[in-house]
């Protein structure tokens, strides 16, 4: 019997050929196949924010580390080459000491557990190895046990949470701020920062473009176009404080970047640190936090103030005054039902919410 011969069922004549399984093709083919997964992953990585593709840059770095000194290869990661991995950066700064610079704290939990999700984020879509789901349970259940011992003795790791900028807090800043070009944009950037509960890349990638005037004059319209989680427009009123007005004193550093500022020049700009012109180069995410510090250590602040403390602060002040929830989960970019949003909320309660209401 021929082909010809074989019997016809309704609609084989257009059914698609079957597909070949993966490693049945050509070497040439799969040579092919292979760069274009290369470049695909290039790609995805490529349009990652540059914060996150940093931080597993990094967290990559340190796991290179611990493979050299121990002998094994980037490729081992495993359920016990993890739980090793948690021993050795428990013991470790960190960062790497260098000459002249004093010893770094030791790593915090928290910077362990992000290094954890980093090595294994990284050999997936790197290395491409198939992975379990729970690749990384163990390593995690040693480091619960070793938080928790930590706490039992009293031991402090690491800065801890970020303090939340307050109003209060950003009335004294306001205060001392110089009275000149380094003052108008530092109090912007500040302000600004507070008001859209943003991410230090978040101010460190808007362009001027981004920032526009409400057509009804309620305010800004902010453009947070490059976010960790997702992009976002945040609606900026006008302020009753004049001094702490973030829409104000938009208006007063834009017309510092001058009239004919290109829309697409960084909203956020350095500045010379002698002559205090407006350079072409935009603030990184890093500086942007350098300048928060910097202008709360003048200030004095009974807080430690760092890039993510204007972002805490809002959802602080935001719940005092009685908004919902969603609201501030619209503001600053959160997920519906935010665990680490509502941790903020909830840790600023003691107060409202205490047994002790009532009975003294």
């Excluded at 019997?1 to 084989?12: E, F, K, N």
């Excluded at 910077?111 to 790197?126: E, P, Q």
């Excluded at 004059?217 to 989680?229: N, P, Q, T, Y």
């Excluded at 807080?303 to 989960?329: C, F, K």
Aim: one cysteine or more.
């Amino acid at each position: 019997m021929t082909t010809a011969d074989l019997p016809v069922t309704p609609g084989s004549a257009s059914r698609p050929p079957a597909t070949a399984a993966p490693g049945a093709f050509d070497a040439a083919t799969e040579e092919r196949l292979a760069r274009l997964d290369h470049e695909a992953t290039a790609h995805v990585e490529g349009n990652r924010p540059d914060k996150t593709r940093e931080g597993y840059a990094a967290d990559w770095n340190v796991w290179l580390r611990f493979c050299a000194e121990r002998d094994l290869p980037p490729a081992a990661v495993r359920t016990g080459t993890l739980v090793g991995f948690v021993e050795w950066c428990w013991i470790r700064p960190a960062r790497e000491p260098k000459p002249g610079r004093p010893p770094g704290r030791l790593t915090a939990p928290a910077t362990i557990d992000r290094r954890i999700s980093g090595v294994v984020v990284t050999a997936r879509r790197r290395l491409k190895l198939q992975l379990q789901e729970d690749i990384a349970e163990e390593a995690r259940a040693l480091l619960k046990a070793k938080v928790k011992q930590m706490e039992k003795d009293g031991e402090v790791r690491g800065y801890g949470p970020a303090d939340a900028l307050l109003v209060r807090h950003m009335e004294k800043v306001a205060a001392t701020l110089p009275r000149d070009r380094f003052g108008v944009r530092d109090l912007s950037l500040m302000t600004l920062h507070f008001a859209v509960a943003g991410r230090e890349h978040e101010l460190a990638h808007l362009r001027v473009r981004d920032i526009t005037e409400d057509p009804e004059g309620r305010g800004l319209l902010v453009d947070i176009r490059v976010s960790k989680v997702k992009p976002r427009k945040v609606a900026v009123p006008g302020s009753s404080r004049a001094h702490l007005c973030p829409v104000r004193a938009w208006r007063r550093w834009k017309a510092e970047l001058g009239p004919g500022a290109d829309p697409d020049t960084f909203a956020y700009r350095s500045l010379h640190n002698r002559w205090a012109t407006v350079l072409d180069r935009g603030l990184d995410a890093e500086s942007v936090g350098d300048i928060l510090e910097r202008i709360g250590a003048r200030a004095d602040l009974d807080i430690r103030v760092t890039g993510h403390s204007p972002r805490r602060g809002l959802v602080t002040e935001s719940s005092r005054a009685g908004n919902p929830d969603a609201v501030m989960e619209k503001q600053g970019g959160w997920a519906p039902g935010s665990k680490v949003m509502r941790r903020y909320r909830e840790e600023d309660e003691a107060f409202k919410e205490n047994a002790l209401h009532g009975v003294l």
